[in-house]
Protein backbone atom coordinates (compact mmCIF):
# COMPACT_ATOMS: atom_id res chain seq x y z
CA UNK A 1 0.00 0.00 0.00
CA UNK A 2 1.53 2.90 -0.69
CA UNK A 3 2.05 6.24 1.84
CA UNK A 4 -0.77 8.58 2.18
CA UNK A 5 1.34 11.06 2.89
CA UNK A 6 3.72 11.08 0.29
CA UNK A 7 2.97 8.01 -2.60
CA UNK A 8 5.95 9.16 -4.38
CA UNK A 9 9.19 11.33 -4.36
CA UNK A 10 8.33 14.46 -6.40
CA UNK A 11 9.98 14.71 -9.85
CA UNK A 12 10.08 10.93 -9.52
CA UNK A 13 8.81 8.19 -12.50
CA UNK A 14 6.21 7.24 -9.99
CA UNK A 15 5.20 11.18 -9.97
CA UNK A 16 4.83 11.48 -13.59
CA UNK A 17 2.92 8.47 -13.66
CA UNK A 18 -0.62 8.43 -16.06
CA UNK A 19 -3.38 8.15 -14.11
CA UNK A 20 -1.71 9.53 -11.39
CA UNK A 21 -0.93 7.15 -8.05
CA UNK A 22 -2.45 8.27 -4.86
CA UNK A 23 -2.01 7.46 -1.49
CA UNK A 24 -3.95 4.33 0.16
CA UNK A 25 -3.56 2.91 -3.22
CA UNK A 26 -3.10 -0.78 -2.95
CA UNK A 27 -0.30 -2.36 -5.57
CA UNK A 28 -2.30 -5.63 -7.00
CA UNK A 29 0.02 -6.42 -10.22
CA UNK A 30 3.44 -5.47 -11.86
CA UNK A 31 3.14 -6.87 -15.78
CA UNK A 32 1.46 -9.92 -15.98
CA UNK A 33 2.88 -10.57 -12.10
CA UNK A 34 0.44 -10.70 -9.35
CA UNK A 35 1.74 -9.06 -5.89
CA UNK A 36 1.65 -10.67 -3.03
CA UNK A 37 3.88 -8.95 -0.63
CA UNK A 38 7.06 -6.33 -1.13
CA UNK A 39 9.22 -8.80 -2.03
CA UNK A 40 7.06 -9.07 -5.28
CA UNK A 41 7.46 -5.74 -5.36
CA UNK A 42 10.81 -5.50 -5.11
CA UNK A 43 12.06 -8.25 -7.17
CA UNK A 44 10.07 -7.00 -10.94
CA UNK A 45 11.24 -3.62 -10.22
CA UNK A 46 14.74 -5.17 -10.42
CA UNK A 47 13.92 -7.18 -13.31
CA UNK A 48 12.79 -4.35 -15.53
CA UNK A 49 14.62 -1.15 -14.21
CA UNK A 50 14.61 0.37 -17.85
CA UNK A 51 11.15 -0.56 -19.20
CA UNK A 52 8.02 1.19 -18.54
CA UNK A 53 5.63 -0.58 -16.08
CA UNK A 54 2.06 -1.32 -15.88
CA UNK A 55 0.82 -0.92 -12.20
CA UNK A 56 -2.73 -2.30 -11.29
CA UNK A 57 -3.60 -0.54 -8.20
CA UNK A 58 -6.48 -0.96 -5.99
CA UNK A 59 -8.23 2.38 -5.14
CA UNK A 60 -11.05 3.79 -2.70
CA UNK A 61 -13.47 6.08 -4.30
CA UNK A 62 -13.14 8.20 -0.94
CA UNK A 63 -10.12 9.61 -2.03
CA UNK A 64 -11.43 11.19 -5.13
CA UNK A 65 -14.31 12.79 -2.81
CA UNK A 66 -17.51 10.37 -3.36
CA UNK A 67 -19.38 9.97 0.15
CA UNK A 68 -19.68 5.79 -0.19
CA UNK A 69 -16.29 4.00 -0.39
CA UNK A 70 -15.50 1.47 -3.34
CA UNK A 71 -12.75 -0.12 -3.85
CA UNK A 72 -12.08 -0.58 -8.07
CA UNK A 73 -9.21 -1.35 -9.90
CA UNK A 74 -6.93 1.36 -12.15
CA UNK A 75 -3.91 0.64 -14.42
CA UNK A 76 -1.34 2.87 -14.30
CA UNK A 77 1.88 3.21 -16.71
CA UNK A 78 5.32 3.94 -14.23
CA UNK A 79 8.10 4.82 -16.76
CA UNK A 80 11.86 3.94 -15.92
CA UNK A 81 13.66 6.23 -13.59
CA UNK A 82 17.31 8.00 -14.60
CA UNK A 83 19.95 8.18 -12.02
CA UNK A 84 20.84 11.08 -11.61
CA UNK A 85 24.42 12.00 -12.14
CA UNK A 86 27.35 14.27 -12.38
CA UNK A 87 29.91 12.54 -14.94
CA UNK A 88 32.31 11.81 -12.21
CA UNK A 89 34.10 8.25 -12.28
CA UNK A 90 36.15 7.74 -8.74
CA UNK A 91 38.32 5.81 -7.93
CA UNK A 92 37.77 1.50 -7.49
CA UNK A 93 38.67 0.44 -4.15
CA UNK A 94 39.72 -3.34 -2.72
CA UNK A 95 37.04 -6.08 -3.13
CA UNK A 96 36.14 -6.26 0.95
CA UNK A 97 33.08 -8.90 0.69
CA UNK A 98 32.44 -11.55 -1.06
CA UNK A 99 28.97 -13.69 -0.88
CA UNK A 100 28.80 -17.52 -0.55
CA UNK A 101 28.37 -19.66 -3.47
CA UNK A 102 27.95 -16.66 -5.68
CA UNK A 103 29.54 -15.95 -9.11
CA UNK A 104 32.33 -14.09 -7.95
CA UNK A 105 32.60 -16.51 -5.04
CA UNK A 106 32.86 -19.88 -7.63
CA UNK A 107 35.33 -17.83 -9.56
CA UNK A 108 38.20 -17.80 -7.00
CA UNK A 109 37.57 -14.30 -6.24
CA UNK A 110 38.28 -13.20 -2.50
CA UNK A 111 38.14 -9.75 -0.55
CA UNK A 112 41.25 -7.53 -0.78
CA UNK A 113 41.58 -8.39 -4.41
CA UNK A 114 41.56 -5.41 -6.51
CA UNK A 115 39.71 -5.27 -9.78
CA UNK A 116 42.02 -3.58 -12.45
CA UNK A 117 40.33 -4.48 -15.85
CA UNK A 118 37.30 -5.47 -17.21
CA UNK A 119 37.32 -7.53 -20.66
CA UNK A 120 41.01 -6.03 -20.86
CA UNK A 121 39.82 -2.53 -20.88
CA UNK A 122 38.93 -0.02 -17.65
CA UNK A 123 37.04 -0.82 -15.12
CA UNK A 124 34.71 3.01 -15.58
CA UNK A 125 32.67 4.70 -13.15
CA UNK A 126 32.33 1.91 -10.02
CA UNK A 127 29.07 3.10 -9.60
CA UNK A 128 27.38 1.87 -12.96
CA UNK A 129 29.57 -1.60 -12.62
CA UNK A 130 26.63 -3.05 -11.09
CA UNK A 131 24.38 -2.00 -13.79
CA UNK A 132 26.44 -3.14 -17.12
CA UNK A 133 26.65 -6.12 -15.39
CA UNK A 134 23.29 -6.89 -14.60
CA UNK A 135 22.90 -5.97 -18.42
CA UNK A 136 25.31 -9.25 -19.10
CA UNK A 137 23.93 -11.24 -17.06
CA UNK A 138 20.29 -10.61 -19.07
CA UNK A 139 21.92 -11.74 -22.28
CA UNK A 140 23.92 -14.71 -20.45
CA UNK A 141 27.38 -13.39 -21.49
CA UNK A 142 30.54 -13.54 -19.44
CA UNK A 143 33.40 -11.37 -18.12
CA UNK A 144 36.68 -11.41 -17.77
CA UNK A 145 38.29 -9.90 -14.88
CA UNK A 146 41.58 -8.76 -14.00
CA UNK A 147 42.44 -8.91 -10.67
CA UNK A 148 45.17 -7.32 -8.57
CA UNK A 149 46.68 -8.52 -5.04
CA UNK A 150 50.25 -8.38 -3.23
CA UNK A 151 51.50 -7.02 -6.63
CA UNK A 152 50.28 -10.24 -8.68
CA UNK A 153 47.81 -10.04 -11.47
CA UNK A 154 45.75 -12.97 -12.39
CA UNK A 155 42.49 -12.88 -14.67
CA UNK A 156 39.01 -14.93 -14.21
CA UNK A 157 36.20 -15.73 -16.46
CA UNK A 158 32.72 -15.03 -14.16
CA UNK A 159 29.21 -15.38 -15.85
CA UNK A 160 27.20 -12.99 -13.68
CA UNK A 161 23.79 -13.57 -12.74
CA UNK A 162 20.52 -11.81 -13.62
CA UNK A 163 19.83 -10.50 -10.07
CA UNK A 164 16.41 -10.50 -8.54
CA UNK A 165 16.97 -7.93 -6.14
CA UNK A 166 18.92 -4.31 -5.86
CA UNK A 167 20.88 -3.13 -3.25
CA UNK A 168 21.23 0.61 -2.41
CA UNK A 169 24.13 1.57 -0.60
CA UNK A 170 22.13 3.68 2.50
CA UNK A 171 24.54 3.00 5.30
CA UNK A 172 27.29 5.65 5.84
CA UNK A 173 29.90 3.05 5.64
CA UNK A 174 28.83 1.35 3.24
CA UNK A 175 30.76 -0.06 0.20
CA UNK A 176 29.48 -0.09 -3.56
CA UNK A 177 28.01 -4.26 -4.23
CA UNK A 178 27.71 -5.71 -7.28
CA UNK A 179 24.59 -8.32 -6.96
CA UNK A 180 24.84 -10.21 -10.30
CA UNK A 181 28.48 -11.25 -9.12
CA UNK A 182 28.01 -11.21 -5.39
CA UNK A 183 30.98 -9.13 -4.19
CA UNK A 184 30.74 -5.46 -2.85
CA UNK A 185 34.31 -3.09 -3.13
CA UNK A 186 34.98 -0.01 -1.89
CA UNK A 187 35.13 3.63 -3.60
CA UNK A 188 37.75 6.20 -3.38
CA UNK A 189 36.75 10.24 -3.50
CA UNK A 190 39.66 10.66 -6.23
CA UNK A 191 38.34 11.14 -9.06
CA UNK A 192 39.61 8.84 -12.31
CA UNK A 193 38.41 10.32 -15.24
CA UNK A 194 35.82 12.93 -15.96
CA UNK A 195 33.00 12.10 -18.79
CA UNK A 196 33.10 15.08 -21.40
CA UNK A 197 30.09 17.31 -21.56
CA UNK A 198 29.31 16.27 -18.47
CA UNK A 199 28.16 18.66 -15.23
CA UNK A 200 31.84 17.56 -13.65
CA UNK A 201 33.24 18.84 -16.45
CA UNK A 202 31.36 21.99 -17.08
CA UNK A 203 32.19 22.57 -13.19
CA UNK A 204 35.93 22.42 -13.69
CA UNK A 205 36.44 18.89 -12.23
CA UNK A 206 39.44 17.41 -13.15
CA UNK A 207 41.40 13.83 -12.96
CA UNK A 208 42.86 13.61 -9.25
CA UNK A 209 40.77 15.83 -7.72
CA UNK A 210 40.05 14.28 -4.11
CA UNK A 211 36.07 15.54 -2.66
CA UNK A 212 36.07 16.16 0.71
CA UNK A 213 32.84 17.94 1.32
CA UNK A 214 29.46 17.54 -0.93
CA UNK A 215 26.58 19.67 -0.09
CA UNK A 216 23.08 19.17 -2.27
CA UNK A 217 21.11 22.48 -2.08
CA UNK A 218 17.50 22.21 -3.16
CA UNK A 219 15.39 24.85 -4.68
CA UNK A 220 13.51 27.66 -3.39
CA UNK A 221 10.16 27.48 -1.98
CA UNK A 222 8.96 29.42 -4.41
CA UNK A 223 10.70 27.76 -7.05
CA UNK A 224 9.21 24.53 -5.74
CA UNK A 225 5.47 26.27 -6.21
CA UNK A 226 6.48 27.29 -9.55
CA UNK A 227 7.29 23.21 -10.25
CA UNK A 228 3.93 22.47 -8.93
CA UNK A 229 4.87 21.27 -5.66
CA UNK A 230 3.50 23.69 -3.65
CA UNK A 231 0.80 21.69 -1.45
CA UNK A 232 3.65 19.56 -0.25
CA UNK A 233 6.23 21.69 0.80
CA UNK A 234 5.39 20.94 4.09
CA UNK A 235 6.09 17.33 3.61
CA UNK A 236 9.32 17.91 2.09
CA UNK A 237 13.00 18.47 3.27
CA UNK A 238 13.93 21.80 1.48
CA UNK A 239 17.56 22.20 4.05
CA UNK A 240 20.30 21.95 1.86
CA UNK A 241 22.55 18.73 2.95
CA UNK A 242 26.22 19.12 3.88
CA UNK A 243 28.33 15.62 4.00
CA UNK A 244 32.08 16.24 4.82
CA UNK A 245 33.36 12.78 4.33
CA UNK A 246 36.10 12.26 6.51
CA UNK A 247 33.59 14.09 10.11
CA UNK A 248 30.47 12.01 9.07
CA UNK A 249 32.55 8.24 8.01
CA UNK A 250 30.35 8.90 4.77
CA UNK A 251 31.50 6.97 1.55
CA UNK A 252 31.16 8.09 -2.05
CA UNK A 253 28.49 5.46 -3.25
CA UNK A 254 26.26 6.62 -0.50
CA UNK A 255 26.27 10.20 -1.36
CA UNK A 256 26.14 9.28 -5.45
CA UNK A 257 24.09 6.35 -5.58
CA UNK A 258 21.61 6.88 -2.51
CA UNK A 259 21.39 10.69 -0.69
CA UNK A 260 21.66 12.18 -4.43
CA UNK A 261 18.76 10.06 -5.95
CA UNK A 262 16.56 11.24 -3.68
CA UNK A 263 17.15 15.26 -3.96
CA UNK A 264 14.45 17.68 -5.05
CA UNK A 265 14.35 18.68 -8.62
CA UNK A 266 16.61 20.78 -9.95
CA UNK A 267 18.61 20.76 -6.72
CA UNK A 268 22.25 21.58 -7.33
CA UNK A 269 25.25 20.20 -5.92
CA UNK A 270 28.80 22.12 -4.21
CA UNK A 271 31.94 19.66 -4.37
CA UNK A 272 34.41 20.78 -1.79
CA UNK A 273 37.84 19.83 -2.72
CA UNK A 274 41.20 19.24 -1.32
CA UNK A 275 43.11 21.92 -3.05
CA UNK A 276 40.09 24.38 -1.44
CA UNK A 277 37.95 24.97 -4.27
CA UNK A 278 34.36 24.61 -4.14
CA UNK A 279 32.35 23.62 -7.41
CA UNK A 280 28.72 24.03 -7.80
CA UNK A 281 27.37 21.12 -10.26
CA UNK A 282 23.39 20.44 -11.48
CA UNK A 283 23.21 16.84 -11.76
CA UNK A 284 21.34 15.02 -15.14
CA UNK A 285 19.54 12.52 -15.53
CA UNK A 286 21.61 9.15 -17.05
CA UNK A 287 20.76 7.78 -20.26
CA UNK A 288 21.29 4.76 -19.74
CA UNK A 289 21.95 4.19 -16.00
CA UNK A 290 18.42 3.50 -13.84
CA UNK A 291 17.16 3.99 -10.79
CA UNK A 292 14.76 0.42 -10.13
CA UNK A 293 12.87 2.00 -6.69
CA UNK A 294 11.03 4.77 -9.32
CA UNK A 295 10.29 6.84 -6.37
CA UNK A 296 7.67 4.50 -4.97
CA UNK A 297 6.77 5.18 -1.05
CA UNK A 298 4.98 2.43 0.74
CA UNK A 299 3.03 3.07 3.82
CA UNK A 300 5.16 1.39 6.83
CA UNK A 301 3.70 -2.02 7.72
CA UNK A 302 2.00 -2.82 11.38
CA UNK A 303 0.93 -5.09 13.70
CA UNK A 304 -1.66 -5.03 15.55
CA UNK A 305 -2.01 -7.15 18.99
CA UNK A 306 -5.25 -7.35 20.98
CA UNK A 307 -5.54 -8.81 23.91
CA UNK A 308 -8.39 -11.18 24.75
CA UNK A 309 -8.80 -10.87 28.34
CA UNK A 310 -8.50 -7.95 30.97
CA UNK A 311 -5.26 -9.62 32.69
CA UNK A 312 -3.54 -9.91 29.13
CA UNK A 313 -4.65 -6.22 28.92
CA UNK A 314 -2.77 -5.15 32.07
CA UNK A 315 0.17 -7.37 30.72
CA UNK A 316 0.45 -5.31 27.75
CA UNK A 317 -0.45 -2.24 29.09
CA UNK A 318 2.27 -2.65 31.26
CA UNK A 319 4.94 -3.97 28.51
CA UNK A 320 4.09 -1.00 26.58
CA UNK A 321 4.72 1.59 29.35
CA UNK A 322 8.06 -0.13 30.18
CA UNK A 323 9.37 0.18 26.49
CA UNK A 324 8.31 3.75 26.86
CA UNK A 325 9.90 4.41 29.43
CA UNK A 326 13.25 2.68 28.34
CA UNK A 327 12.86 4.44 24.66
CA UNK A 328 13.50 7.65 26.59
CA UNK A 329 16.63 6.50 28.97
CA UNK A 330 18.30 4.84 25.96
CA UNK A 331 17.58 8.10 23.23
CA UNK A 332 19.15 9.84 26.86
CA UNK A 333 22.17 7.54 26.61
CA UNK A 334 22.55 7.64 22.83
CA UNK A 335 22.28 11.93 22.77
CA UNK A 336 24.63 11.94 25.57
CA UNK A 337 26.94 9.33 23.58
CA UNK A 338 26.91 11.85 20.66
CA UNK A 339 25.15 8.63 18.45
CA UNK A 340 21.57 10.89 18.17
CA UNK A 341 21.81 14.13 17.52
CA UNK A 342 19.77 16.78 20.15
CA UNK A 343 17.91 17.70 16.66
CA UNK A 344 16.16 14.58 17.28
CA UNK A 345 14.28 16.18 20.35
CA UNK A 346 10.83 17.55 19.24
CA UNK A 347 8.66 20.59 21.59
CA UNK A 348 4.93 21.18 21.79
CA UNK A 349 4.40 21.86 17.97
CA UNK A 350 5.79 18.34 17.50
CA UNK A 351 4.07 16.64 20.46
CA UNK A 352 1.05 18.19 18.94
CA UNK A 353 1.75 16.98 15.44
CA UNK A 354 2.64 13.99 16.23
CA UNK A 355 -1.08 13.77 18.56
CA UNK A 356 -2.67 14.74 15.50
CA UNK A 357 -1.30 11.88 13.53
CA UNK A 358 -1.87 9.64 16.57
CA UNK A 359 -5.76 10.72 17.13
CA UNK A 360 -6.15 9.82 12.82
CA UNK A 361 -5.63 6.50 13.64
CA UNK A 362 -7.87 5.73 16.02
CA UNK A 363 -8.56 5.93 20.03
CA UNK A 364 -6.24 2.96 20.34
CA UNK A 365 -3.16 4.88 18.69
CA UNK A 366 -4.07 7.81 20.18
CA UNK A 367 -4.11 6.20 24.38
CA UNK A 368 -0.34 4.41 23.26
CA UNK A 369 1.06 7.85 21.89
CA UNK A 370 -0.01 9.57 25.56
CA UNK A 371 1.43 6.49 27.32
CA UNK A 372 4.55 7.49 25.53
CA UNK A 373 4.59 11.23 25.95
CA UNK A 374 3.32 10.58 29.85
CA UNK A 375 6.97 7.95 30.11
CA UNK A 376 8.62 10.79 28.75
CA UNK A 377 7.41 13.56 31.18
CA UNK A 378 8.33 10.61 34.29
CA UNK A 379 11.94 9.92 32.95
CA UNK A 380 12.39 13.56 31.86
CA UNK A 381 11.04 14.56 35.51
CA UNK A 382 13.46 11.96 37.38
CA UNK A 383 16.52 13.40 35.56
CA UNK A 384 18.65 14.72 38.84
CA UNK A 385 18.82 18.16 37.58
CA UNK A 386 17.99 21.00 40.62
CA UNK A 387 14.36 22.13 40.16
CA UNK A 388 13.10 18.88 39.31
CA UNK A 389 12.21 16.39 41.06
CA UNK A 390 14.90 14.44 40.55
CA UNK A 391 16.81 17.35 41.94
CA UNK A 392 14.76 17.18 44.94
CA UNK A 393 15.59 13.82 45.73
CA UNK A 394 19.13 14.26 45.09
CA UNK A 395 18.93 16.77 48.55
CA UNK A 396 17.30 14.29 49.58
CA UNK A 397 19.36 11.51 49.42
CA UNK A 398 22.23 13.64 50.46
CA UNK A 399 20.53 14.45 54.09
CA UNK A 400 19.14 10.99 54.36
CA UNK A 401 23.17 10.27 54.65
CA UNK A 402 24.58 12.55 56.54
CA UNK A 403 21.79 13.58 58.83
CA UNK A 404 21.75 17.05 57.85
CA UNK A 405 19.96 19.22 55.03
CA UNK A 406 22.75 20.65 52.02
CA UNK A 407 23.87 24.12 52.68
CA UNK A 408 20.99 26.63 51.44
CA UNK A 409 23.80 29.10 49.00
CA UNK A 410 24.68 25.86 47.26
CA UNK A 411 20.89 24.57 46.71
CA UNK A 412 20.05 28.04 45.72
CA UNK A 413 23.43 27.91 42.96
CA UNK A 414 22.43 24.80 41.66
CA UNK A 415 18.50 25.72 41.49
CA UNK A 416 19.47 28.57 39.33
CA UNK A 417 21.87 26.38 37.34
CA UNK A 418 19.32 23.71 36.61
CA UNK A 419 17.02 26.47 35.90
CA UNK A 420 19.39 28.05 33.26
CA UNK A 421 19.99 24.39 32.19
CA UNK A 422 15.81 24.17 31.75
CA UNK A 423 15.14 27.36 30.13
CA UNK A 424 18.11 26.60 27.46
CA UNK A 425 16.87 23.09 26.58
CA UNK A 426 13.04 25.35 26.34
CA UNK A 427 14.33 27.57 23.76
CA UNK A 428 16.64 24.67 21.89
CA UNK A 429 13.29 22.53 21.52
CA UNK A 430 10.99 25.41 20.32
CA UNK A 431 13.94 26.73 17.83
CA UNK A 432 13.84 23.36 16.18
CA UNK A 433 10.11 23.31 15.98
CA UNK A 434 10.11 26.44 14.63
CA UNK A 435 13.18 25.64 11.86
CA UNK A 436 14.87 28.89 13.46
CA UNK A 437 17.43 25.52 14.01
CA UNK A 438 17.84 23.08 11.50
CA UNK A 439 17.65 19.69 11.99
CA UNK A 440 20.18 18.74 10.37
Do not use: C
Request: hydrophobic content about 45%.
Amino acid sequence: ELSRKLPSLPGSAAAKAQPKLSGGDKLLQIGDTPIADYADVHRQLALHPEEPLTFVVERLARDEGTPNPSPRRIATVVGPQPMLWLGIAMGIGPIVAVQDDSPAARAGVQPDDLLVAIDGGPVGDPLTLADRLRRVAEKGGRVELALQRAGQRRTVQVAPRRPEWYETPFREKSPMSVPALGMAFEVSRRVEAVVSGSPAEAAGVRPGDVVMQAKIVPPSEDRLKALGYGDQIERLDTEATAIHFEKHKVTWPFFAAYLLQFALPESRVELTLADGRTLELLPVAANDWFQPDRGLRFKDKGTVVTADTWAEAFRLGGRETADALLMVVRFLEKMGSQQVSFRAMGGPVTIAQMAYHSAAKGLADLLIFLTIIGANLAVLNFLPIPLLDGGHMVFLVYEGITGRAPNERVQTILTYLGLLFILGLVVVVFGLDFGLISRH
